[in-house]
Structures are given as structure tokens and as C-alpha cells.
């Protein structure tokens, strides 16, 4: 999927996107992915802008699954980028790990 919005109340322009699907490995192994994104500006003012992405993965062997889930954040304003990234990993259905980043980086002479 690929889809741009206009919202003219809300004064944003977006585009998102989505694509995914399932394929075999190797030593058996079954994997799901899952895509999606979407990124968006004011139309008053570009400095106020994000982006969205999240990553699923599911890998599937005969004796044991793992799923993997990421999220990546960013927003802007005319000081800086707001970034934060999410890592979340399971074994069968069960938490296994977890991370989060964060950092503000600031916007120096953009």
C-alpha cells in the first residue's frame, strides 16, 4: 500500500506506506514480515514534520518461534529531532527482550 493524505483542517501532509508477506528459510524455517510507515509536515510550517515506522518479523522453526517487533519514532520542530527507537523480542509468544533509545539531536544550522 502506498497512500498519500492531504488533511486540510489539520494543515498536514502525509504519506504511508505498508507491504509485508511470508517465505520459507533456511533449516526449515517459516518468516513473516510486516512493513509499515508513514511520514508527515505541516503545510504552515516544515519544521514540524514526523516519522513512524514499525517493523514486525516472526520466525518460525520446528522447535521454536521468535517475533520481533521494532518502532521507530521521529519528530522535528525548528530546534531539534525528537528520535526514539523500540526493540521488542519474544520466544514463543513469551517476552524475551526489550530496549528503548532516545536521543534529541539538535537541528544546528537547518
Not at 532516545?102 to 537547518?110: G, K, N, S, V
Request: negative net charge; charged residues 25%; hydrophobic residues 40%.
Amino acid at each position: 500500500m502506498w497512500r498519500i493524505e492531504h488533511d486540510v483542517l489539520g494543515r498536514e501532509t502525509r504519506a504511508i506506506t505498508r507491504y509485508g508477506g511470508r517465505r520459507t528459510g533456511d533449516h526449515g524455517s517459516v518468516i513473516d514480515a510486516d512493513h509499515a510507515g508513514a511520514v508527515g509536515v505541516s503545510t504552515v510550517d516544515p519544521a514540524h514534520a514526523w516519522a513512524r515506522g514499525h517493523t514486525t518479523y516472526r520466525i518460525q522453526w520446528p522447535d521454536v518461534a521468535v517475533t520481533t517487533e521494532a518502532v521507530l519514532e521521529v519528530r522535528s520542530d525548528a530546534a531539534a529531532y525528537d528520535v526514539s527507537i523500540d526493540l521488542a523480542v519474544a520466544r514463543d509468544g513469551l517476552p524475551f527482550a526489550h530496549r528503548r533509545w532516545t536521543e534529541r539531536i539538535p537541528r544546528d544550522l537547518q
